[in-house]
Every structure is written in C-alpha cells, then in structure tokens.
C-alpha cells in the first residue's frame, strides 16, 4: 500500500512544505551560480530514464562552466567545476532542483539515482529492474557509496531498494542522507571529479 499509494502523496506533500521553506535559499544559490559559471546558465536539465523506463528531463543546479578547448570540445569535468559549484556539489545543494520533479511525479525523494538513458541497453534483467519504482533524489546506492562505490555495487543496493521499498525504510535512507552530506562522503571516485561513465562492466 505505502509503495504504490501513499508513497506518492508523502513526496508531494512534503516537497510542497520544503519548497516553501526554503525557496530564499535556492534564490540565493541561484545568484552565486549566476556569476560562477561566467555565463553558461544556472540550471542544468538531461533527459534520464524513470520509472518502467519512461524518459523525462532531470533538473539540477549547475556547476560546471561550458569552457571548450581550442577544437570546441568541452574541457574535462574537473577544470570545468568551480569553486562554487564544488560546494554546491559536495552539499548535494545541486539535487534540490529535483524537487520539482518530485512534485511533478517523475521522480520521488527516495529511490534508484536516475541514470542515462545510453545505459538502458547495458544493464542485465537485473539490473533493469531498478526501473520498477520511480527514481530518488537519494537512495538505498547513495548511502552505500554514493560515487566512490562500483556501479555493479550500486544496481545491487538499487534492486535491494526495489524489493524493500518501505516507509520506515525511506526513513532511514533519508536521515542517512543527510548525515553523509556533512561528512561529505563518497562525493566522487577516486581520481574523478565526478564518477567513471558505466560500461556495462565495471
């Protein structure tokens, strides 16, 4: 009942409360991004796979800048992440565009990370059922690693979440959440800025 039912109105609900909350904030972030990515926007939107695949865009804060080298290719992440946008990042500051998401239904505050659709063909049967619920803000992977953990490690915790989706669970995932934010843990792999690009493998 609380998976396919009361799941859904918990996120609404809430994320109408939180946005009331703290919509000064977002303003606020929104000004210093504004001047931190000299020009190349303050919001940053992908298409990404939800629930039973369905693709929808994905907001989120931006933090990198759009500089390219001299053949037009854009630079590598890490010379194109600023200073504000490594605090915006490593504060997960930079997922709370997605409440809108949340409130729009494609996305819920607890669930799989949404990932890129050039994935979809590389996952097992397995792995694709982390389809089955409709993508997080955070998750079950994020608490376990976030970044700095395998992604075969992190399609095992995102299927685990699928089959114990419960209340008390997204509980504990979400105050997990914010303790790791303070602690700043598992923000990136190890030697990248971000994470290493899935391969079907690795």
């Known amino acids: 009942m609380y998976r396919h039912f009361f799941k859904r109105i918990i996120d609404f609900g809430v994320t109408l409360c939180v946005l009331f909350l703290i919509w000064p904030f977002l303003l606020l972030i929104i000004v210093f991004l504004y001047f931190a990515n000299r020009g190349s926007g303050v919001f940053f939107t992908q298409k990404r796979p939800?629930?039973?695949?369905?693709?929808?865009?994905?907001?989120k804060f931006k933090t990198m800048t759009d500089e390219r080298d001299k053949d037009g290719k854009l630079l590598p992440d890490e010379k194109r992440l600023t200073k504000v946008g490594r605090v915006v990042r490593s504060l997960s500051i930079d997922e709370l565009p997605q409440l809108l998401n949340v409130l729009k239904g494609?996305?819920?505050?607890?669930?799989?990370?949404?990932?890129?659709?050039k994935y979809l063909p590389l996952y097992s049967d397995e792995q694709f059922r982390r389809h089955e619920v409709r993508p997080g803000i955070t998750g079950w992977a994020q608490i376990n690693g976030r970044n700095n953990i395998s992604w075969t490690k992190k399609f095992e915790y995102d299927v685990w979440y699928v089959d114990h989706v419960s209340f008390w669970l997204d509980l504990k995932i979400l105050f997990l959440t914010v303790k790791k934010v303070f602690m700043e843990e598992?923000?990136?792999?190890?030697?990248?800025a971000t994470t290493v690009p899935f391969d079907g493998m690795n």
């Open 50 to 59: 939800g629930r039973n695949s369905k693709i929808f865009k994905v907001i």
């Open 106 to 117: 494609d996305m819920a505050f607890v669930g799989p990370r949404p990932l890129l659709p």
């Open 186 to 192: 598992g923000i990136s792999k190890e030697g990248e």
